[in-house]
């Protein structure tokens, strides 16, 4: 059973998508767990207040009040701060469900805290013993290690649980990546067979459908099927120079309301000069020029070998810029084909041509000798080119 190409596609955005969201999950638990720590450093930095009240009569008399004011009212931001910290705490709400332990030892911290503060002015101000200040010192201190032990328990479930859905998650991901790296794997071999000239791999066999449709019209002899042998090019199966001048007269009045364009290509890497590939090889890369030209082809249009690697292309469009954007995308769908070199190398097939919108009052063969000037000119400037007559025009300016 063949696979859809357009399916694996769409799969394969939704796998992404998928990754996506492992990935922002993954770094969400990271930053929770940072808050997770925040909690514990914010519970060691209020044991470290509390302490410093606690000896807050050794300091210089005139700095004692200026300290336990900002000293007690930080132990009190601190501990708002804790209660903020658990709006980030999701796991702890909404899995383990410690929201109303947790809130409930706050408000408990909390009132202590206050009492404890009180109970530092009074000594300040000698209305407690140090014997009274020491017992609140070891109530606080004691509910903060009671917190303390709490955050790290709960720490450790959380990060149990933590581990488990990131095990999953990246589970999830690893299967689905390496199932459509075959996937994509899939699709390549079926691009490079499609556009192969010496294929590697002998008896390949197509594996998606929509390869199947393109391998299919590629191999079809199209609308040649009708036509006879004798006005068709034994290689390629595309009109010969006679086919195309008894062809184009029966399709020009269905031309007539369109704009018409000729191009001649010629393929540089066929050189007449370069005589270095074989002659199956030069078959071959003709075969393979001719089959991308005719996935373009439409009812109106023609293709035709004309000479040793030169072809015609005639094409109907709704506009000029249309039929020029068509013959950019036939050569840059050509220059995609590779052929293997003697030296284990491989090396595009490019194109070079000749472009004219052809005007109603010139035969074909005028138009075609003008597109021979054309391509001739982009022959001169390096090739792989497709020259319109502007081109010319701008050079002569």
Request: one cysteine or more.
């Amino acid at each position: 059973m063949k696979i859809s190409m357009i399916k694996i596609f769409n799969n394969l955005s939704l796998m992404l998508i998928l990754n996506f969201i492992v990935a922002t999950i993954l770094t969400f638990f990271i930053l929770e767990q940072n808050f997770s720590y925040k909690k514990i450093d914010n519970l060691d930095q209020q044991k470290k207040l509390i302490k410093e009240l606690f000896y807050i009569n050794d300091i210089e008399k005139e700095l004692i009040d200026i300290n336990f004011n900002s000293k007690s009212k930080l132990l009190l931001i601190k501990i708002d701060k804790l209660q903020k910290l658990y709006n980030y705490d999701y796991i702890g709400k909404f899995i383990i469900n410690s929201k109303d332990e947790y809130l409930n030892d706050l408000k408990q911290l909390k009132n202590i805290t206050l009492s404890y503060n009180q109970s530092v002015k009074e000594f300040i101000d000698n209305k407690i013993s140090k014997k009274e200040l020491i017992r609140k010192y070891i109530k606080i201190t004691n509910k903060i290690n009671d917190l303390y032990i709490k955050n790290v328990k709960y720490n450790k479930e959380k990060t149990k649980i933590i581990s488990e859905i990131s095990g999953i998650l990246l589970f999830v991901s690893l299967i689905t990546t390496f199932w459509y790296r075959r996937r994509l794997k899939l699709l390549k071999d079926e691009i490079l067979h499609l556009s192969s000239i010496q294929s590697d791999k002998k008896n390949y066999k197509i594996k998606t459908l929509e390869a199947g449709a393109i391998e299919l019209r590629m191999r079809k002899k199209s609308t040649n099927e009708t036509i006879e042998q004798n006005l068709l090019d034994p290689i390629t199966n595309v009109l010969n120079t006679k086919g195309l001048k008894i062809v184009y007269n029966q399709k020009k009045n269905l031309m007539s309301k369109k704009f018409t364009s000729v191009t001649l290509i010629e393929i540089d890497n066929l050189s007449k000069k370069d005589k270095k590939l074989s002659q199956e090889l030069i078959q071959n890369i003709l075969k393979k020029v001719a089959s991308s030209i005719s996935l373009f082809e439409q009812t109106t249009d023609i293709v035709a070998r004309v000479n040793y690697n030169q072809f015609i292309i005639i094409l109907s469009r709704g506009t000029k810029e249309q039929c020029f954007k068509d013959i950019e995308l036939i050569k840059e769908n050509i220059s995609e084909i590779k052929y293997k070199l003697d030296d284990g190398k491989y090396k595009n097939i490019t194109l070079s041509g000749g472009f004219i919108i052809k005007p109603n009052n010139k035969s074909l063969d005028e138009s075609i000798k003008e597109a021979k000037k054309l391509l001739e000119f982009a022959k001169t400037k390096g090739g792989n080119k497709i020259t319109q007559p502007n081109d010319l025009h701008q050079l002569d300016v």
